[in-house]
């Protein structure tokens, strides 16, 4: 089922579909035969990408914290293509604050939409693919969960605490045929980090931005290709966590 890059047959819910990262996953997952659910809050931006997408697409409303409206999203996505097999939790926020400034209502937005959003997400498709016989779960971390950050504390808290979560749940989903891993961008040009400048990216390895194609792709990697893969972590940062460079003599 899982072998190969194409991938007719999967149903998949993607959140934070309608731009950025999510909207790339979307593409990338519907170019390779899967049915896809693009699930967000932008209505107008997720109707138009679903338009572009064709009929292997649908959007539906979703606010991730929402526990009741999860499974409104699951039944949705099950009467237009059948169970979700493919689970890509991509919504997310950024609140650039330090922690003396930051509110009690900041904190918890972040961690309601980009932690236990996921948590809702998961237990919500667990049903579905334990009926189809198996299925794959891509959280969507972030190299702030694997290093800190000063100034978006909430963020790294959230995206470390998905990384935790996803190895608690490979565990838990394994005996149902479920594999659940997490991908972790570095800085990646989309509307999220507009207001990022060049310094951002100063000494890194690759020192560009990466794309949201490129996350992408490695989505559908793990999605098809990555089987013998669960409670793993794979990185797409252009070498941001490598590591400092030693300063190298000059060749003569």
């Not at 926020?93 to 922690?99: D, K, T, Y």
């Amino acid at each position: 089922m899982e072998s190969g890059q194409q991938l007719d047959g999967r149903v998949a819910l993607v959140t934070g579909g309608a731009r950025g990262i999510g909207a790339a996953v979307a593409g990338v997952l519907v170019a390779r035969g899967a049915q896809v659910v693009v699930a967000d809050v932008l209505a107008a931006e997720g109707e138009q990408l679903v338009s572009t997408l064709g009929a292997a697409a649908r959007y539906q409303h979703l606010d991730v914290a929402d526990s009741a409206a999860w499974h409104s999203a699951v039944m949705a996505a099950e009467s237009a293509f059948g169970p979700v097999t493919v689970l890509v939790n991509n919504a997310g926020v950024v609140e650039f604050a330090s922690i003396e400034r930051s509110s009690d209502e900041v904190f918890r937005r972040v961690l309601d939409i980009d932690l236990v959003g996921a948590f809702f997400g998961m237990r919500a498709v667990l049903p579905g693919m334990r009926r189809a016989g198996g299925g794959v779960v891509v959280n969507i971390s972030s190299t702030a969960g694997l290093t800190g950050y000063a100034g978006i504390a909430a963020y790294v808290a959230a995206k470390w605490g998905l990384r935790g979560l996803t190895r608690a749940a490979a565990l838990e989903f394994a005996p149902d045929g479920v594999r659940v891993c997490s991908v972790h961008p570095g800085p990646i040009r989309t509307p999220m980090t507009a207001g990022l400048g060049a310094d951002t990216i100063a000494g890194q390895p690759i020192e560009r931005f990466g794309e949201p194609d490129e996350v992408a792709r490695m989505v559908a990697f793990v999605v098809a290709e990555a089987t013998f893969s669960t409670g793993s972590e794979f990185v797409v940062d252009g070498g941001a966590t490598a590591g400092l460079s030693a300063v190298v003599p000059p060749r003569r």
